[in-house]
């Protein structure tokens, strides 16, 4: 059952398409992430969902129930803001209480609850404190128990974690995915501009620009298949490299040519185009790229630059005129300007049409 | 840890100041001086009106009183003549207070409302409301004296207190407004959403959520309206009667008085009386006061 559809989706203002026709399913207790830059429309979008902004066309159903123009408190969802948006004057109980009393939930059934939402969070000993009392990772946990105690069947949060210290959202990351593995039935839309976020947490991930979903599918296949050059260039770390180039044939089959240099791309995993000469883009990530000392089999390429990153290094690197980026182990010995040999990884690899910029 | 040599044992930059030095001498000696030339004014009224008139016509101002007496006191709140009454002053207060009262709750009331709306509700064309809304403040208010009285005569109200009240709380809107609105913008937007989203509504989220959060800016809204309903003179002059005059206008009456003596004591004691709300107004909330002007300018 889907628990959550958005149909033709549009928010103009003025003349501006905000979100364009926009589609989304969500199965139930699906975690879905939507990805992008800022302006995006990825918060717009969970607004438009959560019934804070109007749309301007299309339907929005959760749980099979059309609810476009319902009133937020109506929809069943609870949603978790990036600044916490904690009510200052109340207590952390009276910020847990509040939407229940404005629905009038039984006192019982609201304590029962509360006790319920504090245990799963940890934050039963900040229960009668103000939020001004509380740290960064305490606030956000009570920002996302007042939205566990409406026993909402839709949980939206909007950048969550941005707020937090690196390690501390690296912390709260694994609470919010021990969560929605205790939550099986609930659904969850989360909106972030933190690519390892959407990674690590996501069944499924939307990757979004310009009010238009460019991508969405699993992680797996986001990473390893981006749809277009804009996925493809947005996901990862350190990015993927992009290399000019032209598809053509070869004696031995098709291959993607750069200068004097002919990959041969019979192990692509994609449609290579039958047209030949055709200009292209190819974009290999840095750990697909094998570094070898000069002489040995592959494409010669010069050393330019060095980053340690810690575990690995990255390394700059020039070939063809074009650069390219690889990823090698720390100990790789290598100089500035020394003379090196590169094996692409084609079977990992992503060509692209230069001009429709998708996947081939 | 080896020790290192310091290559400068001496700190660098500039020693504070002790507090007796010379410069801060001549600067908080300068900031006494211009203090004391300020208080002179109030030194004198109050002075002068604890002589008797004897006394104020041996003609030195400044000489505390040798004899202090409240008479002149009395008469100002209970005995002064203004055209037909001699009850003093006391008339006027009562009169002030009937207008202010009423005309500070209103206007803050219904201004903070529209502060609130315009900030969080925005509606087709709330931006033109508002933008004519701030114009009215620029209007001078001899432009709107004439027409406001026709107003007032046609519905029955001119010469009345409600009739003031209904003029002072339409003149405060325009800057109250714009002081609210402001404010309100201040508060983060997620939690107005967040409170959506709880299923608070329009006045729900009004009362639970922002005014709890607004409190500074409600005192500077009410020591500004206190303030300026209880200091004004023209429109109580202009919309009200001699019986509904507010203390500024009767006071006016009392010192311009033309028939007798001057009675300078009366008159000082008079004027003190009538400065006394804003003066100790002010002095109660001074703090506040900073707050909430400053409140806005700080997140969090």
Not at chain 1, 236 to 241: C, F, I, L, R
Not at chain 1, 243 to 268: C, E, H, I, Q, S
Not at chain 1, 329 to 353: E, N, W, Y
Not at chain 2, 50 to 61: C, F, S, T, W
Request: net charge neutral.
């Amino acid at each position: 059952m889907a628990s959550i559809v958005v149909k033709d989706l549009t928010l103009a203002y003025g003349s501006v398409n905000v979100l364009n026709r926009l589609n989304l399913d969500v199965a139930e207790g699906e975690f879905i992430v939507l990805l992008g830059p800022s302006g995006c429309g990825k918060s717009t979008l969970l607004n438009c969902i959560a019934g804070l902004i109007d749309i301007t066309d299309g339907q929005i159903f959760i749980k099979d129930r059309n609810v476009t123009w319902e009133e937020p408190k109506d929809r069943g969802i609870g949603m978790v803001f990036q600044s916490y948006a904690l009510y200052p004057q109340m207590t952390v109980r009276g910020n847990l209480t509040f939407g229940l009393k404005n629905a009038r939930v039984p006192r019982a059934e609201i304590d029962r609850r509360v006790r319920r939402a504090a245990e799963m969070l940890q934050i039963e000993p900040f229960l009668d404190r103000k939020p001004a009392a509380l740290s960064g990772g305490q606030r956000q946990r009570v920002a996302i128990g007042r939205a566990l105690v409406r026993d909402a069947d839709v949980f939206l949060f909007d950048e969550p974690l941005s707020n937090l210290d690196a390690k501390l959202r690296a912390e709260l990351r694994v609470e919010l995915k021990r969560l929605h593995h205790n939550l099986e039935s609930n659904t969850i839309v989360y909106v972030t501009h933190d690519q390892i976020e959407a990674l690590t947490l996501a069944d499924r991930i939307a990757v979004m620009r310009g009010g238009i979903i460019q991508q969405l599918d699993v992680p797996q296949t986001i990473y390893n298949k981006p749809a277009n050059l804009f996925v493809a260039g947005f996901i990862g770390s350190p990015a993927m490299t992009f290399l000019d180039g032209r598809v053509v044939d070869t004696p031995g089959g098709k291959a993607f040519a750069m200068g004097g240099t002919r990959v041969p791309l019979d192990l692509y995993d994609g449609e290579v185009p039958t047209a030949s000469d055709r200009p292209a883009i190819l974009g290999v990530r840095p750990e697909h790229v094998t570094v070898g000392t000069e002489g040995s089999p592959g494409i010669p390429a010069t050393m330019d630059l060095d980053e340690p990153m810690g575990a690995d290094n990255l390394l700059w690197l020039t070939m063809e005129g074009q650069q390219i980026r690889a990823r090698a182990t720390a100990d790789h010995g290598l100089r500035r300007g020394q003379p090196v040999s590169l094996l692409l990884d084609i079977a990992k690899a992503s060509l692209f049409d230069q001009e429709s910029e998708q996947r081939l | 840890m080896a020790e290192t040599a310091l290559p400068a044992p001496q700190p660098s930059g500039a020693r504070p100041r002790p507090l007796l030095s010379r410069r801060n001498l001549a600067l908080y000696g300068i900031l006494i001086l211009l203090a004391l030339f300020y208080l002179l004014p109030l030194y004198v009224m109050v002075v002068t009106s604890l002589k008797d008139m004897a006394e104020i016509r041996v003609g030195n101002i400044f000489a505390p009183p040798v004899q202090i007496t409240f008479e002149p006191w009395v008469k100002a709140w209970a005995e002064a003549c203004t055209g037909l009454n001699c009850d003093g002053l006391s008339r006027g207060f009562w009169n002030s207070v009937r207008i202010a009262v009423p005309s500070v709750l209103l206007s803050i009331f219904i201004a903070s409302v529209n502060g609130y709306a315009l900030a969080n509700w925005r509606f087709r064309g709330s931006e033109v409301f508002f933008a004519i809304l701030i114009f009215g403040a620029f209007i001078p208010y001899q432009v709107m004296l004439y027409p406001v009285v026709i107003i007032l005569r046609t519905i029955g109200l001119y010469g009345t207190l409600t009739g003031l009240v209904i003029v002072h709380s339409i003149f405060g809107m325009p800057i109250l407004t714009l002081l609210f609105r402001n404010y309100f913008v201040s508060v983060p937007e997620e939690l107005f959403k967040a409170a959506r989203v709880d299923g608070a509504g329009f006045w729900g989220i009004y009362l639970k959520i922002m005014l709890p959060m607004s409190l500074p800016i409600f005192v500077v809204a009410i020591i500004l309206q206190v303030t300026g309903i209880w200091n004004d003179f023209l429109f109580g002059v202009v919309y009200a009667k001699p019986e509904v005059y507010p203390m500024t206008v009767q006071l006016n009456n009392i010192v311009n008085s033309v028939q007798g003596v001057k009675e300078y004591n009366v008159n000082m004691a008079a004027t003190i009386l009538t400065g006394l709300v804003p003066l100790v107004i002010y002095f109660l909330s001074g703090k506040l006061f900073v707050r909430g002007i400053a409140a806005g300018a700080v997140k969090g």
